[in-house]
């Protein structure tokens, strides 16, 4: 394997978030792949002194990645250095050594990758929160739970978490993170049991469960608390991919190799063997144990030949009559006369205009077979703007590029069997006469910028005698501009007009809500016109039953992968300290440069809107507890029903302050993106201190959470 080392000086329990990464924003002119890649590591890992751990291999959107290194350590905002963290280069599984010397902390590991040609950076790819070991005396009885596969979802197989006298006292109860942490559930009594509400496989293999546990020294890891070991004879062989050429042996030797299959089975003294080969031929091997596939030189295979490969898997549940039981046609080589080496790479030197798309291809004179294409080492100001057609070998960017305006070097690489060779070119990006990049509409709550754009009203009358002006901007003089405005939350017959400026004079007022236009501006026309989107948010503020309710600003502006907590409000009307406010109901989400799967709209609980964001988050909430999903429940978002385990919320209204905390890491489609949009939902609010009557309390929407992982 191909290992790269990574930095940083460390003491005491890990647990490493795992993110999806991708770049979206507001704006036409910062998009900048017409073809989404993300990579996700999957879940959190939480280890302890003396344990080793491996953070799977990336699952990913778009193109296989590959040459993973970690750039960058920092902890509590210190770059730091250590040998601990070693990354493979081929697959970015990463290996966790020699926990005994990393420090207490939170660390943030950076990370870049290789796909589709392209050189992809992302920063704080996995972040790592260092914790404590338990007190001894606590075990897990029995600590191996061993479950056929064809039972797991009906298993009532159990572990009991156990003190030893009366010297600890176990007050909380949870699952450590880690990649497979849904699969498994622990009540408030200690037991651990398969979580049969995951909807999803629960594969064959050994997992090592760790316990977070709450007790009077603080929070701590149990490691290796309790092992399942999922049992299953083989079941799926798959070779990525599941074809392959060679070329015949006629000027020198040939000879191939495939990758690392993937087993769906048990691994528990596994044995590969090739079943049959069609034509057959003694030339074709297999590694027993890893079940690489590979011809070796003076092989004699000839041009047009094709071979079939089956193969047989055994392991330790193998019954006798299931030992010879293959996987027919796994694998299929094809051998060809001549495989072209590479001859004439180069591209032209082009000129482009910024921000507009274009496409680049090598010369006519382009010689070779079997090529692939991928782009060289790019200077920061192309990185994530340039895709490359990884067979063709054809470089593209997209509308709205952000490219700038200068001359750049593109390096270019090229290989196949016979080798690879490396071409550079000049691409040089002119100014576009319509770019421009900013669009500010202001406040009218004395918000310095950087604040989300937005207008609180205390009556229909003020509303709708308000016109904001037209907006700054940075759009060249005579250039033609066009100016629309979208109603998206809680707003009809917004109007803007031919300067941008808003009419809100027809806009209906709705008591206690909050309200969200959109307004983009194009400047020019065709490829090189320019548009930019903000969001506008708006705040009807009229009291309810005679109390009023401001959170100022009202718009939460907040990174999903981190979370984040509102100001507190101002309460008029009514003591503040009898003033109880809980998420309740109606809860909606809108789409502003998230992924497509983020579906827009508000939550039911009619089977109408499974497929809307709102309604993934719900689901991701309920299975992280082991409970089957209820859509028409407050749970996910409510202090009062998670009052003790408040941090596993999507989010709650803090009871000290009023203010409302955005957990981090959860709000994520089942996608694994994060949310780039707005959530709204109802809040109830009474007055007399008794938090009982919240169910049927006053209503209000009195604050907006505005999700983007550039905040």
């Not at 924003?25 to 080793?52: Q, R, W």
């Not at 778009?62 to 509590?76: N, Q, R, S």
């Not at 998206?488 to 027809?506: R, W």
């Amino acid at each position: 394997m191909n290992f790269k080392k990574l930095t940083s000086g460390f003491l005491a329990i890990l647990t490493v978030t795992s993110l999806i990464l991708t770049g979206t924003s507001c704006s036409d002119t910062e998009t900048t792949d017409s073809t989404p890649f993300a990579i996700y590591y999957s879940g959190m890992t939480d280890i302890g002194p003396s344990m080793n751990a491996k953070i799977s291999a990336p699952t990913y959107i778009g193109a296989t990645p590959a040459d993973f290194t970690i750039t960058k350590i920092i902890l509590e905002n210190e770059s730091v250095n250590s040998e601990s963290f070693v990354i493979d280069a081929t697959t970015g599984e990463i290996e966790i050594k020699n926990s005994d010397n990393l420090a207490v902390g939170l660390y943030h590991l950076s990370i870049s990758c290789v796909s589709n040609g392209k050189t992809y950076h992302f920063t704080d790819a996995v972040s790592i929160n260092m914790m404590r070991p338990v007190p001894e005396g606590i075990t897990v009885e029995p600590n191996l739970l061993t479950i056929d596969y064809a039972d797991v979802k009906t298993s009532d197989a159990k572990a009991q978490v156990k003190t030893e006298g009366e010297h600890v006292s176990i007050s909380k109860y949870s699952i450590a993170e880690s990649g497979f942490k849904d699969y498994f559930t622990i009540n408030a009594n200690g037991e651990v049991s398969i979580n049969k509400n995951y909807e999803g496989d629960i594969l064959p293999g050994i997992y090592k469960v760790a316990l977070k546990l709450q007790t009077e020294a603080g929070e701590g890891i149990f490691a290796d608390a309790v092992t399942f070991n999922i049992t299953s004879k083989p079941l799926a062989l798959t070779y990525t991919p599941n074809k392959g050429k060679m070329e015949e042996a006629t000027e020198g030797p040939t000879s191939y190799t495939t990758n690392v299959p993937t087993l769906k089975g048990s691994l528990e003294g596994v044995v590969y063997r090739i079943a049959n080969i069609t034509p057959a031929t003694d030339k074709i091997k297999i590694d027993a144990s890893t079940g690489v596939i590979s011809v070796a030189e003076g092989h004699g295979f000839k041009a047009d030949e094709t071979y079939v490969i089956d193969v047989n898997v055994k392991n330790i549940y193998n019954t006798t009559e299931e030992a010879d039981k293959v996987f027919e046609g796994v694998f299929t080589l094809e051998v060809v006369g001549f495989i072209a080496p590479i001859e004439n790479f180069t591209y032209e030197n082009v000129t482009k205009t910024q921000a507009t798309p274009f496409t680049i291809a090598h010369t006519d004179a382009f010689k070779g077979d079997e090529v692939t294409f991928e782009l060289g080492e790019l200077a920061a100001e192309l990185q994530g703007q340039l895709n490359i057609d990884a067979t063709t070998g054809t470089i593209t960017a997209k509308k709205g590029n952000t490219i700038p305006v200068g001359t750049h070097t593109v390096a270019v690489k090229a290989k196949n069997v016979k080798g690879e060779q490396t071409t550079t070119f000049t691409l040089v990006i002119e100014k576009n006469k319509n770019f421009f990049t900013t669009i500010t509409y202001g406040n009218n709550l004395g918000l310095p910028e950087g604040n989300a754009f937005q207008y609180r009203f205390n009556s229909a009358e003020e509303l709708a005698k308000t016109v904001i002006p037209a907006p700054k901007t940075d759009i060249p003089e005579g250039v033609t501009v066009t100016w629309k405005v979208q109603n998206k939350l809680n707003m009809s017959n917004g109007k803007v007009g031919k300067d941008g400026a808003l009419n809100l004079a027809n806009i209906t007022w709705k008591d206690a809500t909050c309200g969200m236009i959109m307004v983009t501006a194009t400047a020019g026309e065709g490829d090189e016109a320019v548009s930019v989107s903000v969001p506008v948010f708006f705040h009807f503020a009229a009291p309810v039953k005679d109390v009023t309710i401001n959170y100022t600003p009202f718009v939460l502006q907040v990174n999903p992968k981190t979370g984040g907590r509102s100001a507190a409000p101002t309460v008029t009307g009514a003591d503040k300290s009898k003033v109880l406010m809980d998420y309740r109901r109606d809860f909606s989400y809108y789409n502003i440069n998230g992924s497509e799967s983020h579906i827009s709209g508000m939550m039911k609980n009619d089977g109408k809107t499974d497929d809307f964001f709102m309604n993934q988050v719900w689901r991701n909430f309920y299975t992280a507890i082991g409970v089957k999903p209820n859509y028409g429940a407050r749970k996910p978002m409510s202090y009062y029903d998670n009052a003790g385990s408040e941090t596993t919320t999507l989010a709650y209204i803090d009871p000290a302050d009023k203010s409302v905390v955005i957990n981090p890491g959860k709000w994520m489609g089942e996608d694994k993106v994060y949310a780039n949009g707005v959530m709204s939902g109802q809040i109830t609010f009474v007055t007399d201190g008794a938090s009982a009557g919240l169910g049927n309390g006053n209503k209000i929407f009195p604050i907006l959470v505005w999700f983007d992982e550039k905040f």
